[in-house]
């Protein structure tokens, strides 16, 4: 027997409140444009790098991720507010504003910071597959390729996570003089 925890949600029948999912799946579909853009961008910056050498495939698997999340989103009659996927990649691109400490160079934190904050997006989306897989046999979806985009995730983590490993030690240490 496993035990309930408050707040967890009970197995069986019941109804998805279509207005909460919809909401749910657009700020999907916000993050996965938005992942998109920064992930091409990241691989084209990156290009002949470690770094890019292991993003560069993330760029179709993320047009194919947004591309099922937009069909399934607009299968279920949800309108795709274009103001707030557009609001959103506004924000994304004023946030490479940012300053780095350097005026004209890149800060060697650059590419950790921008793998770590796309780890975290990542585990975001990962976590988006899993509610709606947990939601599926209650909407007429096809959840049949879920646990592929869930797996598809966990292996980009992985990526990754390697990755970081071999920006950490670059990123932060000097040169001994």
């Known amino acids: 027997m496993t035990e309930h925890i408050p707040g967890e949600a009970e197995e069986g029948p019941g109804r998805v409140d279509l207005k ?3 909401t749910y ?9 938005v992942g998109l853009n920064r992930v091409e961008r990241m ?6 790098t470690f770094v890019g050498d292991a993003l560069a495939p993330f760029v179709g698997q993320f047009e194919h991720e947004r591309e099922w999340l937009v069909q399934t989103t607009e299968g279920l009659g949800v309108h795709i507010s274009r103001y707030k996927v557009v609001g959103a990649f506004v924000a994304e691109r004023l ?15 650059s ?20 509610t709606l897989e ?6 007429d ?7 592929f985009l869930q797996d598809q995730a966990r292996e980009q983590i992985d990526v990754l996570t390697r990755v970081l490993r071999g920006l950490r030690p670059n990123s932060l240490l000097r040169p001994l003089d």
Do not use: C, M, Q
Not at 43 to 48: F, I, L, S, T
Not at 111 to 121: I, K, Q, T
Not at 134 to 139: C, E, G, M, R, T
Not at 141 to 147: G, I, K, T
């Open 25 to 33: 799946l657009v700020d999907h579909v916000t993050g996965a444009t």
């Open 134 to 139: 947990s939601v599926a046999p209650h909407l």
């Open 95 to 109: 946030g490479r504003l940012k300053p780095n400490g350097r005026i004209v160079s890149t800060s060697p934190l």
């Open 43 to 48: 691989a084209d910056a990156y290009e002949g």
């Open 20 to 22: 909460l999912l919809g």
């Open 141 to 147: 979806v096809d959840a049949s390729h879920l646990p």
């Open 111 to 130: 590419a950790l910071l921008e793998v770590e904050l796309l780890r975290s997006a990542i585990l975001g989306k990962l976590s988006g597959w899993e």
